[in-house]
């Protein structure tokens, strides 16, 4: 770990009352009218105007407001409905101040002196977008402009997100509140009566380091040439931007809907009376059938879709437990407010999987870490190749590929692809060492498949330790220029972020 240079006074979590504050719930985007969509005749879709900006907000009964940059004001952003097949415009407003909160690095890529503090881009994580409406990292703007990005859409339904995307200053803007949901419905989901409206509860997790006057802290090294710290982890947890919160919930069945929108932390959640989940959906919609987990484990970008039944629970404090210190709670109620109509089927959707068989290329790409003489980091490269680097990856629209991440380093790394949804092939450990001499892979054992749960669609892997990690990943959608990343923001904006082209055939 990068020794941090004056660390100011944190705020002691042992000292604060827990569950005092109830979960608070994303307010859901309100569209302004609509407007036609671009390169579709007269069809006009909803259109919202969504503006990100300076807040303050309470993320405790007993600590004083926090300053933080939300969209629509708030922290996580209101939440956007849509409907698969039916596009969405949205006017993405850069209302912030002109100096940044949060300590800028001006040696990464895109953030060196001379380039506005403050800039921002979005993108809606999990989307097939077109390159123009994705949120490139270097398609930012500065305050007082804004960009309209049509989604249309065109995927099966599933929790998305939006959050800021701006080269080299992503992980400050993130930590400083621009994240928000995006949820994608279809009919055929809707069929499967899950348990909906009030029953259905999005949970965004976001941890951060708070000072003791309730102000979010950003270290940085005591290395005065590079400030950037290797990874941001906080021992509060946000969750729906309040600190231990509670949620009264009915004995009846639950939809939660997770999204993990930390900078570097991965979760572990569990139940503390050892009552498992039953998880229907991963980060690119519902998984073929329920799969039951105790211990649900979620990287930075990644989403899981979970059902709890508190039926047999009336009464009964439950704690979701994560591994840093700051629980939720659950208070179930004595009594239903009425019968729990809802039902969990079996099967959910169809997860056809992709045959190896179907893929007319393999690229083996390494994630390597780069250490200074203190056996600190100093960077993260995908391929051993930076950003400015000729584009490498230029996949043909249609054609399925298979990529295999190479992890040399001793972390997990949450790979990410944009504009496109993958499936899992399998994790192998090879001879690290080895490799790193001859660069010939030498497996140590034999492969291990997905788990359960993450055997569906995903946007985002996690590529552990000294795994050859190997996706398959059709190319449909769209031609132009994408980007493929470590979703640990840290490693992210030094470096370990590519773009990719999706070339006509
Ligand atoms: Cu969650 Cu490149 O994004
Ligand atoms: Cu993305
Ligand atoms: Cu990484």
Redesign the pocket.
Known sequence: MVQVANAPKLLDLSKLAAFVDPLPIPSIAKPMGRRQAPKSGSVTVPFHRIPVRECFSKIHRDLPATRFWGYGGSVPGPTIEARSGEGVLVEWMNELPLKHFLPIDHNLMGAEKGQPEVRTVV?L?GAKASPENDGYPEDWYVPGKSRTYHYPNGQDPALL?Y?D?AMGINRLNICAGMAGLYIVRDAVEEALNLPSGVYEIPLVFMDRLIRADGQIYYPVSQRPEMPWVPEYFGDAVLINGKLLPYLEVEPRRYRFRILNASNGRFYFLSLSNGQPFQQIGTDQGLLESVVEVKRLALAP?ERADLVIDFSNQAGEEILLNNLAVSPMQFRVARQRSGTDSSSLPKTLRQVPKIPESAAVRTRRLTLEEFDDLAAEPVTHLLDGKRWHEPISEKPVIGSTEIWEFVNTTDDSHPI?L?MVRFQILDRRPFDVPDFLVNRKLVYTAPPVPPEAFEAGWKDTVRVSPGSCTRIIVKFEGFVGRY?W?C?ILEHEDNEMMRPYEVVAG
């Open positions: 993108h994580h997100w959050h995307h970008g990410h944009h980007v990343h979703h």
